[in-house]
T-cell receptor, first 113, second 111 residues
Framework: DGGITQSPKYLFRKEGQNVTLSCEQNLNHDAMYWYRQDPGQGLRLIYYSQIVNDFQKGDIAEGYSVSREKKESFPLTVTSAQKNPTAFYLC????????????FGSGTRLTVV | AQSVTQPDIHITVSEGASLELRCNYSYGATPYLFWYVQSPGQGLQLLLKYFSGDTLVQGIKGFEAEFKRSQSSFNLRKPSVHWSDAAEYFCAVEKNNDMRFGAGTRLTVKP
């Protein structure tokens, strides 16, 4: 079955560490997105990519980085510059932008220890 | 600024009762409109979407939503709620390739 796979499901980061969250899709979707979810705040866009080798900052990109070297993959790195990284991270994809709706992965919960 | 408002943070309904979740948006023109559902610790699942045409749209799991241009609203409804509908529901709007989500409404279903 086609879908989006996020890994790991749970991730623990020590202070000062960079960590990378994986997102892979086999839906042949052009566009991919990363969102951060905090209780009571809905979803906030971190980065998005509409095509391979191109990506754009969202509303809260500071302290995060991404790459899009393959259509299927859109990994997110949470750097040590992100001061409050504890959150639930969701990856999504869509065939292309413009009214298609998103398919979401099951998320990665990141906790700073 | 463009915004999506879900006025109800938390709603409790009895199993078998009807449900309406509210969503209002602030955009210059009619955007694409969506409702998603999220179970605890999971991703979001698309329930239904509105592009144009008939203002009453049907979705999965027995949900429907009505677009009202005059009220800038896109409320989600279900005639009879099941215990498995307990989850968080998000309204979203998309305009010019920019998708915005509401803060969500948590639904509790009483036996």
């Amino acid at each position: 079955d086609g879908g989006i796979t996020q890994s790991p499901k749970y991730l623990f980061r020590k202070e000062g560490q960079n960590v990378t969250l994986s997102c892979e899709q086999n839906l042949n979707h052009d566009a991919m997105y990363w969102y951060r979810q905090d209780p009571g705040q809905g979803l906030r866009l971190i980065y998005y990519s509409q095509i391979v080798n191109d990506f754009q900052k969202g509303d809260i990109a500071e302290g995060y980085s991404v790459s899009r070297e393959k259509k299927e993959s859109f990994p997110l790195t949470v750097t040590s510059a992100q001061k409050n990284p504890t959150a639930f991270y969701l990856c999504a994809s869509s065939p292309r932008t413009g009214g298609y709706g998103y398919t979401f992965g099951s998320g990665t919960r990141l906790t700073v220890v | 600024a463009q915004s999506v408002t879900q006025p109800d943070i938390h709603i409790t309904v009895s199993e078998g009762a009807s449900l309406e979740l509210r969503c209002n948006y602030s955009y210059g023109a009619t955007p694409y409109l969506f409702w998603y559902v999220q179970s605890p610790g999971q991703g979001l699942q698309l329930l239904l979407k509105y592009f144009s045409g008939d203002t009453l749209v049907q979705g999965i799991k027995g949900f429907e939503a009505e677009f009202k241009r005059s009220q800038s609203s896109f409320n989600l409804r279900k005639p009879s709620v099941h215990w498995s509908d307990a989850a968080e529901y998000f309204c979203a709007v998309e305009k010019n390739n920019d998708m915005r989500f509401g803060a969500g409404t948590r639904l509790t279903v009483k036996p």
